[in-house]
């Protein structure tokens, strides 16, 4: 677990009475990452908070009532930590640091920051959980060998995944890593689509590439592929293969088979980890009983090999509205249930 020394040389929190707080940060570089470009996180972080925060030299004074005072306190020790720790603040970063602030407020835990967990750095950014499930996830990917995570979008299952992936290639602790995905769209039968076999199924993968960009840069993760070390696979190329010295992530798996699953799974070899993401409530096949996501988990729960991880709205990790808008669709099928 990790939390930056000497955290109060950073910043200092002053309660002026129970609805205002000053907040003095002595790095300049530090209070531009946590305002942010045109003050657009400390925008943010009065809507989540419901408080009106100025921002004048080195000092952010927060006006509201003594619970929302409270929480943008925890936030500013949790954006500071996480600056000095990864060098970086992003806009999830500001939606976390609520959440933080909001576990730390019923543990009464008023003088610490929760730690960020692990972290894996890439040379473009450095990758924190962002929730306690999300910190489950990236435990399992780390240390076990066959790991199935089901959830809502945005709870970071294909991001960390393909972190941690590509991070033990470039630490040559694997030789390949394979994105893998059912190309429901098409059935399957890519063949009259143009190009070679990488052309016919990018489109499909496109949110693992968003990854690989967003955490290695475009001309690394190009140079990968045309080695042969980052390999793009549809899963029904997958038949007949074994996986050594390989991570290999099988994505929207919710559009797979059972058997399909089961070939994947059954797919690896020595020193190898397979991962299989998928949202149940988002499955695109014609007869929605095909989906062998959910037969999967509750055949191989009791297997202790394989780990499973259950992300819920709570671990969303984007926009605000994606939490909102999960919650609300699951409500709807709860209810007609």
């Given at each position: 677990m990790l939390e930056a020394k000497n955290l109060e040389k950073q910043i200092l929190l002053k309660k002026i009475d129970n609805q205002t707080l000053n907040i003095k940060i002595f790095d300049n570089k530090?209070?531009?990452?946590i305002v942010g470009e045109f003050n657009s996180n400390l925008s943010d972080l009065e809507k989540l908070t419901n408080t009106k925060?100025?921002?004048?030299?080195?000092?952010?004074?927060?006006?509201?009532?003594?619970?929302?005072?409270?929480k943008v306190s925890e936030s500013f020790k949790?954006?500071?930590?996480?600056?000095?720790?990864?060098?970086?603040?992003?806009?999830?970063?500001?939606?976390?640091?609520?959440?933080?602030?909001?576990?730390?407020?019923?543990?009464?835990?008023?003088?610490?920051?929760?730690?960020?967990?692990?972290?894996?750095?890439?040379?473009?950014?450095s990758v924190i959980p962002r929730s306690r499930k999300q910190a489950e996830y990236l435990e399992a990917l780390i240390n076990e060998k066959i790991i199935v995570s089901l959830g809502p979008a945005g709870t970071g299952k294909s991001y960390l995944a393909v972190s941690v992936g590509v991070k033990m290639?470039?630490?040559?602790?694997?030789?390949?890593?394979?994105?893998?995905?059912?190309?429901?769209?098409?059935?399957?039968?890519?063949?009259?689509?143009?190009?070679?076999?990488?052309?016919?199924?990018?489109?499909?993968?496109?949110?693992?590439?968003?990854?690989?960009?967003d955490l290695f840069g475009y001309e690394k993760i190009q140079k990968k592929i045309e080695t042969g070390e980052i390999e793009i696979a549809p899963l029904a190329f997958m038949r007949g293969r074994t996986l050594k010295n390989s991570f290999a992530i099988l994505d929207e798996a919710q559009n797979a088979s059972l058997t399909q699953i089961k070939m994947f799974l059954t797919r690896i070899g020595e020193n190898s980890k397979l991962v299989v993401n998928g949202d149940p409530s988002q499955i695109d096949l014609i007869n929605k009983n095909d989906s062998g996501?959910?037969?999967?988990?509750k055949i191989l729960e009791d297997v202790e090999e394989i780990k499973f991880v259950e992300f819920d709205h709570n671990d969303v990790a984007r926009?605000?509205?994606?939490?909102?808008?999960?919650?609300?669709?699951?409500?709807?099928?709860?209810?007609?249930?």
């Open positions: 530090l209070l531009l990452a925060l100025f921002f004048r030299g080195n000092s952010i004074t927060a006006k509201g009532d003594e619970d929302s005072i409270l949790f954006l500071v930590n996480k600056f000095l720790i990864t060098n970086s603040i992003e806009n999830s970063d500001i939606i976390y640091s609520i959440k933080n602030s909001m576990s730390n407020t019923e543990q009464n835990n008023k003088n610490n920051i929760r730690p960020l967990g692990q972290i894996i750095k890439t040379p473009k950014k290639l470039m630490e040559k602790k694997v030789e390949r890593v394979i994105l893998s995905r059912p190309a429901v769209e098409a059935g399957e039968r890519l063949g009259f689509l143009p190009g070679d076999m990488k052309d016919k199924v990018d489109p499909y993968l496109r949110p693992l590439y968003d990854a690989l960009y996501l959910l037969k999967t988990k926009h605000p509205l994606v939490s909102k808008i999960v919650k609300a669709y699951q409500k709807k099928i709860d209810d007609k249930n």
